[in-house]
Each structure stands twice: as C-alpha cells, then as structure tokens.
C-alpha cells in the first residue's frame, strides 16, 4: 500500500480516470473490460476503485445536500447568489486535504504494449496508482 495526500477534487478525478481506464470495474456497468490485466493488476484496481467509491459516494451526498440547502423551490438549477455559495461551499470540501492508501501498480504491469492502454489515462494515474517507470 502507498499513503498519498490528495484533495478530495484529486480522488474524484482519479476515481472518474479509472472508470475510463477500466469501465469493468464498475459492478453496476454493463461494459466489460477492454483489457487483459493479469489477476495482481485486476485485483489492485478492483480495491482502489472500492476505495475511491466510498469517498465518491460521499462526496456526491454531500454536492446533493449542499444543493437542496441553495435551491429555491423546485428550481433545477441555482443561479446568482444561491450559485455562488453552492459553488463556494463546495469547493471547500473538494479542496479538503485526504490521506488514501492506494494499492500501487507498476506501470509496466499493465502490458501497454499489449493492451493499449491510452497514455493520457494513465498520466492522470501516475504518482497516486500507477507507479514506476517504462521500461
């Protein structure tokens, strides 16, 4: 495991960049994975995305929360003031600093090569899941 200090904007992007890496991972999606991991890739990205989702989870019940808190009436959308401290408010919380236990993946284990994997995915991963250098 690696400790890594995110912001809670950093994890739901990190979250929203797995999905894209692997949409399988999802228990709810119907779209099967594009790619071939070997079981110790398969299972590090399950428990990150695991983790990632709780944090996710709690993040929109707080973005919907917040909402409902500014929106006047039956209103879909905010706008003027209520749009500004909507968005003040929530920011804070994105902004919030977390420590995350990620389970690291070596980038060499996910076999670009034979999966071709899209490099602008995994930039957004480096550092945080997917560590090491190509070789």
């Known amino acids: ?23 399988g991972l999802d228990p709810n999606s119907r779209t099967r994975s ?42 879909e959308n905010l706008t003027g003031e209520a749009a500004k401290k909507f968005t003040t408010e929530f920011q804070e919380v994105l902004d919030e600093p977390a420590e995350f236990d990620f389970h690291p993946i070596d ?14 995915v995994i930039a957004e991963l480096l550092d945080t899941i997917i560590i090491g250098e190509i070789v």
């Open 34 to 75: 594009a790619f071939a991991f070997k079981a110790k890739v398969t299972y590090a990205l399950a428990r990150n995305f695991k983790k990632l989702r709780s944090v996710v989870d709690d993040l929109e019940k707080t973005r919907v929360e917040t909402f409902k808190k500014y929106r006047q009436g039956e209103e």
């Open 107 to 120: 980038i060499n284990e996910l076999e670009l090569d034979k999966n071709h994997v899209n490099m602008d």
């Open 1 to 23: 495991m690696a400790k890594v200090k995110l912001t809670n904007k950093q994890i739901l992007t990190s979250f929203q960049v797995l999905s894209k890496l692997d949409p």
